[in-house]
């Protein structure tokens, strides 16, 4: 019997299974117990499975590479905050920052205007369906392919040489005096051309969960604007986007938390060279290239110290949005 077919087997069966009988030894452990008592400790032994789970798979390794940052190379000595001070200091780390503050800015917006902006125009067509299948098209594409489709689509060839990079072809063609651009080499535009990637692949997914929200304004409420006499524009800016607020704030959150942690794109089309670096790639280079530990996991505790003031600003706002409910 082949691996696959025992994984399948497990997962079909064992799991359920498993379930099955953790949830009969909880029943039987608390049955003797006072009624009151088995109130407080059933929640706390159901969780048990999870929480042992959490703990293996993200609480401990969060403090391993916490206590690894503070190590040297080979995690033999203890170097405090050397491995910090390196990170916060070194050029290619603060244009690893920078580039990552680039794409917190610019693919955010980006990729939230645009789903937005989509979501409100095939809201007013009869082939809704089909305009946000293509939109959403890229979504179903691994981001390595992706990456690999636009690399083609940047490719350079020198000046007087066919172009085989869609985008130089095209800009030749109906600019014969331009040259091509090296748009993964050319310092001023190379970063702007990854973010471009990565909004294409993102703009499907803020414009499916904005369009659900869309979906959810009373159409009796927007007719009403347009019968007191409010312009299209009014509506949106004065209906539509308030309602829309907090969907819009949650699909940006979620791209902040990708721009942060962004990867896959410069790794594949630049594996950050002419100053497309970013924190992430950084980390994989001094884990898997120079084999630093200790580097590697204090970049690896910055960038998770990143999130959190995002998440915490989530939180609060969900918190708010509940006391006011």
């Not at 869609?166 to 050319?186: I, K, Q």
Request: charged share 15%.
């Amino acid at each position: 019997m082949s691996g696959t077919v025992v994984m399948a087997l497990i997962v079909v069966v064992g799991v359920p299974a498993a379930q099955i009988g953790y949830a009969y030894l909880v029943e039987a452990m608390i049955r003797p117990l006072p009624e009151k008592t088995q109130w407080k400790i059933r929640p706390w032994l159901w969780l048990a499975p999870a929480l042992g789970f959490l703990g293996v798979f993200l609480i401990y390794p969060a403090l391993n590479t916490l206590w690894l940052s503070v190590r040297d190379a080979r995690s033999e000595q203890f170097v405090g905050l050397a491995n910090y001070v390196f990170v916060l200091t070194d050029g290619t780390m603060l244009i690893a920052f920078r580039n990552n503050l680039l794409w917190l800015v610019f693919f955010t917006f980006f990729a939230v205007s645009f789903g937005l902006l989509m979501a409100v125009l095939t809201d007013r067509v009869r082939y809704e369906a089909l305009a946000k299948s293509v939109l959403f098209m890229p979504m179903a594409i691994s981001f390595v392919a992706a990456s690999v489709i636009w690399k083609f689509v940047y490719e350079f060839r020198p000046a007087g040489v066919s172009q085989i990079g869609l985008l130089n072809a095209v800009l030749t063609r109906l600019l014969p005096g331009v040259p091509p651009v090296a748009w993964l080499v050319n310092l001023a535009v190379n970063n702007v051309a990854l973010i471009v990637v990565a909004v294409w692949v993102w703009v499907g997914f803020c414009l499916v969960i904005l369009s659900a929200a869309l979906k959810g304004i009373d159409p009796q409420l927007l007719e009403a604007a347009r019968v007191d006499g409010c312009t299209e524009w009014q509506v949106f800016w004065r209906i539509i986007l308030p309602i829309l607020s907090t969907t819009i704030v949650v699909v940006a959150t979620t791209m902040v938390i990708l721009a942060l942690k962004a990867f896959d794109v410069v790794y594949v089309m630049t594996n950050g060279n002419f100053n497309t670096e970013v924190i992430a790639n950084r980390m994989y280079k001094e884990l898997f290239n120079f084999r630093h530990f200790g580097r590697a996991s204090a970049i690896a505790v910055i960038l998770f110290l990143t999130t959190i003031p995002v998440m915490g600003a989530n939180i609060r706002r969900f918190r708010g949005q509940e006391a006011v409910r």
